[in-house]
């Protein structure tokens, strides 16, 4: 049996995840962890061979999916490939290490790190705390004055607040690249915004079919491969000087806009891919 797992609201990615199921007869049921309790190492689960990630919450997935592996359900995606993937640092690092080119970056702790590291990238640069998600808290810093009014701004808030990456300011051409990854499937999309250089949908920008280009292809199913994300939205960049470089993972990736403007049933192929497990 398959287990869906939210956090307090049902999505439109939930439900056509379910909807999927449904309509392939396969046995499954959803859990909102915000009601749900979770005894580790309890029987219920066992029940329940496959769970697919889904909570919106990201504390709520990465606990969720540590908690649910505890009583032996395998969960889409791991709890070891959640905590990489949510972790900016930790993503970017793998990926290097894995021989897939990322923007350059300094990781820095502390406000004289990041004085040493912009210093280092040069100006424009973006500040980007280790976690977060949907665009919140980047910042982009055009000389030393405006770097150290960010830095002071995150002092504020806590010691932790200010740990991130310092990032050389990538000039794409208007846009950035959303490859939806299932498997070994690629679904890629363009995220557009003529107006603001942060080119989430969150943030306004606007969704177009992008080419199967197989260089991008293969970039994606290797970025996920390297963070061990069955399902991943994989986010790249265009670089000018270096081609595509892999900037982010999120191990939760909503799919509204790719199956809207690809007419692709990503819901569908989610469901798909974890009946094919539960075979294995």
Same mark, same amino acid.
């Given at each position: ?11 439109? =990615?939930? =439900? ?5 199921? @449904? ?11 915000? @009601? ?5 190492? $309890?029987?219920?689960?066992? @029940? ?5 990630? /889904? ?30 993937? %949510? ?11 894995? $021989?897939?080119?990322?923007? @350059? ?10 004085? /040493? ?24 810093? /055009? ?14 808030? $806590?010691?932790?607040?200010?740990? $991130? ?75 000018? =000087? ?34 094919? %497990?539960?075979?294995?």
């Amino acid at each position: 049996m398959i287990l869906i797992v939210y956090y307090s609201v049902a999505r439109w =990615e939930e =439900e056509r995840i379910a909807d999927a199921l @449904r309509n392939m007869g396969v046995a499954f049921d959803m859990i909102d962890i915000s @009601r749900e309790p979770i005894e580790v190492g $309890g029987s219920f689960w066992s @029940r329940y061979q496959i769970a697919i990630q /889904r909570s919106v919450s990201r504390s709520a997935a990465l606990e969720s999916s540590a908690a649910l592996e505890g009583s032996g359900v395998r969960v889409i995606n791991s709890s070891i490939s959640t905590a990489i993937s %949510q972790s900016k640092i930790w993503c970017l690092s793998i990926l290097s290490r894995s $021989g897939i080119p990322v923007p @350059r970056s300094y990781a820095s702790f502390g406000a004289e790190a990041i004085r /040493r590291s912009a210093e280092a990238i040069g100006y424009p640069l973006v500040y980007k705390p280790s976690q977060g998600s949907w665009g919140r808290l980047i910042s982009m810093a /055009r000389d030393p004055e405006e770097l150290q009014a960010i830095t002071s701004h995150r002092e504020a808030i $806590g010691p932790q607040a200010i740990y $991130g990456l310092i990032q050389e300011y990538v000039r794409k051409p208007g846009r950035d690249i959303r490859a939806t990854v299932i498997g070994e499937e690629v679904i890629p999309i363009y995220r557009i915004n003529k107006r603001h250089w942060i080119t989430n949908t969150a943030r306004g920008a606007e969704a177009a079919p992008a080419p199967r280009d197989p260089e991008l292809i293969e970039i994606s199913i290797k970025a996920a491969k390297a963070l061990g994300l069955e399902i991943a939205g994989i986010d790249i960049f265009e670089h000018p =000087e270096k081609g595509y470089v892999v900037n982010e993972a999120n191990p939760v990736p909503e799919f509204k806009n790719v199956a809207r403007v690809t007419g692709i049933d990503i819901g569908r192929l989610i469901a798909e891919y974890a009946v094919a %497990q539960l075979k294995r």
